[in-house]
């Protein structure tokens, strides 16, 4: 596993940089693990972003998630944590990405960050 989670994360080159167009990416089987019980947490996740010179390659997207299987971490900071690795891998025109996680205890949480205009 690297050091950072955020090294895995792989690129292009838009093909298309003079046009804005909006790429939706959903990983409907995203889990983290709850911090304070160490019970799993299960979502989806709805990533759509304006790309800018840069595209995230999605096989990598993938593998980035997948390392949250294990990570002790809280619904808001991972939402925030994954924004703030793509931001800096791909510096995306605009980016959102909704963070709707499975009910536990009768609620649910839905978690929106935005980068961007």
């Known amino acids: 596993m690297p050091a ?3 090294d ?9 940089p ?3 167009y909006t790429i939706e990416i959903v990983c409907p ?3 983290s693990v709850c911090p304070k019980t160490g019970q799993p947490d299960f979502g989806v996740l709805t990533l759509r972003y304006t790309p800018d010179r840069k595209c995230v390659e999605l096989k990598s997207l993938k593998l980035y998630l997948q390392q949250f299987r294990n990570e002790g971490i809280f619904y808001e900071h991972v939402t925030n944590r994954i924004v703030d690795d793509l931001v800096a891998a791909i510096e ?3 980016l959102q990405l909704v963070a709707d996680f499975n009910a536990r205890g009768g609620l649910t949480s839905r978690i929106t960050v935005t980068f961007g205009g």
């Not at 895995?8 to 298309?16: H, I, K, P, S």
């Open 4 to 6: 950072r989670f955020a």
């Open 8 to 16: 895995v994360l792989e690129t292009f080159e838009n093909q298309f």
């Open 18 to 20: 003079q046009r804005d």
């Open 29 to 31: 089987e995203f889990t």
């Open 92 to 94: 995306p025109r605009w």
